[in-house]
């Protein structure tokens, strides 16, 4: 497994996050708004507001994590420790998606600690 398949596989998280809240959405505020121009605001609730900003969350993390890979890659700066600091990123994302859903507050920040911390150590390893 390399940084780069690490980073589809975190892209395809993202997508599942999509998918669930959309799906959450649809379910408590209609196909029909969905569908529309949304000019009025609607509120969603429980689950389904906690994975819409578990899925901002997902989208801010991709946009740190996804160059720091990149990076890595286009220099041939790749290492046993940038798969490490990748895998841990990606763990501690799977992780962080399902805490955040159920309100499990604690593993929840524990976890993003974690993702951040592996973020932080591939943009240094890129350097």
Same mark, same amino acid.
């Given at each position: *497994?390399? %940084?780069?398949?690490?980073? !589809?596989?975190?892209?395809?998280?993202?997508?599942?996050?999509?998918?669930? +809240?959309?799906?959450?959405? *649809?379910? +408590?505020?209609?196909?029909?708004?969905?569908?529309? $121009?949304?000019?009025?605001?609607?509120?969603?609730?429980?689950?389904?507001?906690?994975? %819409?900003?578990?899925?901002?969350? $997902?989208?801010?993390? *991709?946009?740190?994590?996804?160059? !720091?890979?990149?990076?890595?890659?286009?220099? %041939?700066?790749?290492?046993? +420790?940038?798969?490490?600091?990748? +895998?841990?990123?990606?763990?501690?994302?799977?992780?962080?998606?399902?805490?955040?859903?159920?309100?499990?507050?604690?593993?929840? $920040?524990?976890?993003?600690?974690?993702?951040?911390?592996?973020?932080? !150590?591939?943009?240094?390893?890129?350097?």
């Amino acid at each position: *497994m390399t %940084e780069v398949t690490l980073l !589809a596989l975190y892209g395809l998280l993202v997508i599942l996050t999509l998918i669930l +809240q959309a799906t959450g959405t *649809m379910t +408590q505020l209609g196909l029909g708004y969905l569908l529309g $121009s949304r000019d009025e605001t609607h509120s969603i609730t429980g689950i389904t507001a906690r994975l %819409e900003r578990a899925l901002n969350n $997902s989208v801010t993390a *991709m946009v740190l994590f996804a160059p !720091a890979v990149l990076l890595l890659v286009a220099t %041939e700066s790749t290492s046993n +420790q940038s798969l490490l600091a990748a +895998q841990a990123f990606l763990v501690a994302r799977v992780i962080y998606l399902p805490a955040y859903a159920f309100g499990i507050t604690g593993v929840r $920040s524990l976890a993003w600690t974690i993702g951040i911390f592996a973020t932080i !150590a591939l943009y240094l390893l890129a350097l």
